[in-house]
């Protein structure tokens, strides 16, 4: 049968010092005490919450650490072209533009080193906040008469046709020479 009583965790060594030991920690302590009684006092009462929420915390430090050891976050050096789940794809002229001049129809600014582009007025349909379509931020994969490219879609292009893709100039040198200008692509959703 359990009993009424209160549980208490296990007692550990560091949490129930001897209050006559004379070594530094009870000097430093008892120095402490007359200077700031009040606050001695608190840690008197919350010792164990104390201790706890330090270890929580340095457990946390200790796994940003290793998780940026590892490659967790981006170095700056990796493109980010966006996330998989568009389920489209399309063939029509691949152009580009220039997406650091302003904010994008997604919301975001972006550079034009950067693998964005901007998916054409049709496919990327009608919402009164355009930053709400379902496409902004997915990953598209373009192949032009250069190669290939995987991008971010940022933005819509008012002015293409169904089909088409406006890419920044970093994407389109990796599927054609920019001089070009204009070539016939095909995508599809990563």
């Known amino acids: 049968m359990v009993s009424n009583k209160e549980k208490t965790l296990p007692s550990l060594p560091f949490f129930n010092k001897p209050s006559n030991e004379s070594n530094s920690d009870s000097k430093f302590m008892t120095r402490f005490s007359e200077k700031f009684p009040k606050t001695a006092e608190f840690f008197k009462k919350n010792k164990k919450p104390i201790i706890v929420s330090l270890i929580i915390f340095f457990i946390i430090i200790l796994v ?8 967790g976050f981006s170095n700056g050096d990796s493109q980010d072209t966006g996330k998989p789940g568009i389920d489209m794809s399309g063939k029509g002229d691949g152009t580009f533009y220039n997406p650091s001049v302003g904010t994008g129809s997604c919301g975001w600014q972006n550079d034009d080193s950067e693998f964005v582009a901007a998916l054409n007025a049709p496919q990327y349909g009608k919402f009164s906040d355009p930053a709400d379509s379902p496409i902004c931020g997915k990953c598209i994969k373009i192949t032009g008469p250069k190669g290939s490219v995987k991008v971010k879609l940022v933005d819509k292009c008012p002015v293409c046709k169904r089909g ?3 890419m920044s100039p970093a ?20």
């Open 171 to 190: 994407a389109f040198k990796k599927i054609a020479e920019l001089d070009e200008g204009r070539v016939p692509i095909t995508w599809e959703g990563c």
């Open 64 to 71: 940003i650490i290793i998780v940026a050891a590892v490659g």
């Open 164 to 166: 088409d893709i406006d």
